[in-house]
């Protein structure tokens, strides 16, 4: 039997169709292609504008080395037994930015019956090493205020040379404002009786225009927290500047926070507990 043949003109009608369907085809493919491009570039430019930007300094610690602002040679690190197994042989020669570190704070109590595992051995290590050192109570809100104070008095012992004593206050609890500033004026006068200095006050730039915005506290030297910026945006006086929690340094393995001390070398010396500020532990305490 003889096979049937097929015509030109149906051959070029299912050309022309098969050619037309690919059109179309590749048109779509093109939308698509367009509308992924365009939708991928706006997630990345959100995710920089929202994740990297207010935070370019977190991010370059985690991929590099953190970045330091410049302007200062005052350099100093907190700690607490979240950086155990410290090498101070080695601490004792590190630098920061190329700055020797100068000063080192330590976590002692918090609350009222909290005490860190390593404060005595970090306490010591850090005055045999040659820091300058001070100790910090990490303020629990709705404990009592007083026996906060006394358990830090207790557990803490500032000689001169040591910074004055310190109080972080970071939350607000449960308490109203009003409640919050009258607890932590408590335990600041209690301490300062003891020492007869004013302590010194860590917070975070927001909470304190947020919660310590009384005039009250304006008179305490301050220690801000504010990560990842160049400059400092908080516009009162401040001795202390926590610029980062993702700081690197020999003999620490991990992150530790970072902090400035606003002056010179010899200006934290005299910011230090003189002879006649130690006084003798009073009875109960």
Known sequence: MAKKQTSSLQ??????????RKSVFNRYATYIWVGIIIVAVAYIGLFYYF???????RWKAIYGEPEYPEGYNVRGIDISHYQNNIKWEKLRNASLNNDPVRFIIIKATEGK??????????FFQAQQNDFIRGAYHFFVPGVDAEAQ????????????GDLPPVLDIEKIGKLTKAQLQKDVKKWLDIVEKKY?????????????KD????????????????????????KGDWVMWQHTDCGKVDGIKGFVDCNIFNGTVKDLEAFTL?????LVPEQGI
Do not use: C, M
């Not at 051959?11 to 037309?20: C, F, L, S, V």
């Not at 104070?149 to 001169?160: D, E, G, T």
């Not at 003189?274 to 130690?278: D, I």
């Open 11 to 20: 051959r070029n009608g299912k050309g022309r169709k098969q050619k037309k």
């Open 51 to 57: 994740f990297v930007s207010p935070y370019s300094f």
């Open 113 to 122: 019956d909290l005490y860190d595992d390593d404060f005595n051995d970090n």
């Open 149 to 160: 104070a006394k358990f830090y008095l207790h557990q803490v012992h500032l000689v001169p």
């Open 196 to 208: 007869g200095v004013k302590p010194i006050l860590y917070t975070s730039y927001k909470f304190k």
């Open 211 to 234: 919660y310590l915005d009384s005039p009250v506290f304006n008179e305490y030297p301050y220690w801000i927290a504010h990560y990842y910026i160049n400059k400092l945006e908080y």
């Open 274 to 278: 003189k002879e006649k500020e130690e």
